[in-house]
């Protein structure tokens, strides 16, 4: 079983920056590849960002390329997304999930931190 606990969400204006963590507990971190995934309201879960489990791929949506950037410490057990040039339509709850390395799906998931952009 992995807990994840998201952190680093609030309110900000369009243009401004904000960084989420994503702190991880329980089996081995550095086992897991790691995802965002974001829900705005009335919409279905989208797929953010992703880092493999030891850091060398990342991809992204494209929505968000040039804009946000996901990394990792195995170290703290902990992932962060990097979110720069933040727009109103990134308004969202932000969640993190893990997927085993050579799993296929992400079984994981935190319960969320909300992020606001003001235009």
């Known amino acids: 079983q992995v807990q994840l606990v998201e952190s680093g969400g609030g309110l900000v204006q369009a243009g401004g920056s904000l960084r989420l963590s994503c702190a991880a507990s329980g089996r081995t971190f550095s086992s897991y590849d790691m995802g965002w995934f974001r829900q705005a309201p009335g919409k279905e879960r989208e797929f953010v960002a992703a880092i493999s489990w030891g850091g060398a791929n990342t991809n992204y949506a494209d929505s968000v390329k040039g804009r946000f950037t996901i990394s990792r410490d195995n170290a703290k057990n902990t992932v962060y997304l990097q979110m720069n040039s933040l727009k109103p339509e990134d308004t969202a709850v932000y969640y993190c999930?893990?997927?085993?390395?050579?799993?296929?799906?992400?079984?994981?998931w935190g319960q969320g931190t909300q992020v606001t952009v003001s235009s």
């Open positions: 999930a893990a997927r085993w390395r050579l799993g296929a799906d992400y079984d994981f």
